[in-house]
């Protein structure tokens, strides 16, 4: 399978470990919360020539993929279903397992999951005109480490996200 993962604005496409000319991830603490936060912090030395080059929305394209839906949440509920209270939620999961050198983050979101052969989109939005495919919510990643200590791939858990589309 491949999929499409879209990237938010302000997001590098670049590893953990790496950086680019502009800048690198640093961790901060905020001011107003006291939490250590992620941050992207731009190189001074080179700001003034980097006039806008962030990432804005940037999409990875033909990413290698298996994805399973998740059958059961638990005991009490299905991974795919939905809820009527007092505002709809159409609930559905599912687990995919990426390769180690794919960068993804909760940040992210994935969508157009299909079949590498066919090119099918697996999974879509029904009830939608033209059913575009289901973007999904980065809810949580766990890597998968071999008995060397060497990451052999990720498992990235996904929801669907509540606003489709746009």
């Keep these: ?75 009490t509920a299905a991974g795919a279903t939905e809820k009527f209270n007092t505002e709809y939620m159409a609930v559905d999961y599912v687990r995919a397992y990426f390769p180690k050198n794919i960068n993804i983050s ?10 590498k052969r066919g090119n099918d989109v697996l999974w879509r939005e029904e009830e939608m005109d033209d059913s575009p495919p289901t973007v999904f919510d980065v809810m949580g990643i766990q890597p998968v480490i071999d008995p060397f200590g060497r990451l052999v791939e990720q498992i990235v858990l996904m929801q669907r996200a ?3 589309g746009g």
Excluded: F
């Design 1 to 75: 399978m491949i999929c499409d993962i879209l990237k938010p604005a302000g997001a590098p496409v670049v590893s953990e470990t790496t950086s680019t000319n502009g800048g690198k991830w640093v961790y901060r603490q905020n001011e107003d919360s006291g939490a250590i936060e992620r941050v992207w912090d731009d190189n001074p030395v080179t700001e003034e020539i980097e006039t806008d080059t962030h990432y804005t929305g940037e999409i990875l394209r033909n990413v290698p993929l298996i994805a399973r839906s998740v059958v059961s949440q638990g005991t």
């Design 162 to 164: 509540s606003v489709q």
């Design 106 to 115: 909760k940040r992210d979101r994935v969508t157009n999951i299909r079949s």
